[in-house]
């Protein structure tokens, strides 16, 4: 059986975080479509209302079409799946410091309000992510934090921090007004038998290719 992470802010929404054991759409709803983007650490969000021929550009995808499973892939970014139950919109966002930075999160709240969703209440959760003990960054990712942002930087080695990157995905979710964020606190880095890590496979000279897939969906 596959190891599959759900949350309890969508327990009532098909969806489910991948680990090392892979995650296929039948997984999450029967007879459902996968849809997928060309991601690219952007703060694109696009709506889906059937697959694509070919993927675009972007890094959230949104629907109030149900039979869509919406996924993003990721090894150390966040993956955010969001869910307004009573709307029946869905999303799912790939939130790497650069897209966080740029709104990935807020335009995946955005296009979610343009199919009827309401901020407050949209439910959020964190899947596996990179955390702060083992995400150290140098003074010129620093530089590209807001000055207010920096309380997500914890002192490091000399010349460095420890960013927190969930705890930020989390503020910029609060910042867009979504009521529930639920973050599964799983270390990719930090658990090599159960997630794959870009940063860890660069750090051992290992394949960089190893990727989590997160996925959600409405029912028909």
Do not use: K
């Amino acid at each position: 059986m596959r190891d599959i992470l759900r949350s309890r802010a969508l327990e009532d929404i098909p969806h489910g975080f991948s680990t090392r054991d892979g995650l296929e759409a039948e997984d999450i709803l029967a007879n459902s479509v996968l849809v997928r983007v060309t991601q690219v650490h952007s703060a694109h969000a696009v709506v889906a209302e059937a697959a694509w021929d070919i993927p675009p550009e972007a890094d959230a995808i949104v629907t109030a079409t149900g039979g869509l499973a919406l996924a993003i892939v990721t090894a150390d970014c966040a993956p955010v799946l969001l869910s307004d139950n009573a709307a029946g919109v869905v999303a799912a966002a790939h939130a790497g410091w650069r897209g966080a930075v740029e709104g990935v999160l807020e335009n995946t709240v955005d296009a979610m309000c343009r199919l009827g969703a309401q901020p407050a209440s949209i439910s959020a959760a964190i899947g596996p992510t990179i955390a702060q003990s083992s995400y150290e960054v140098d003074s010129q990712f620093r530089t590209r934090l807001a000055e207010a942002d920096h309380r997500f930087l914890a002192p490091g080695c000399a010349g460095h921090w420890q960013f927190d990157l969930p705890g930020y995905v989390a503020e910029r979710l609060r910042t867009a007004g979504v009521g529930w964020i639920d973050d599964l606190s799983e270390d990719t880095y930090a658990q090599p038998d159960r997630f794959y890590s870009f940063r860890r496979a660069t750090h051992r000279g290992e394949d960089t290719g190893g990727r989590q897939i997160s996925m959600i969906a409405l029912p028909r």
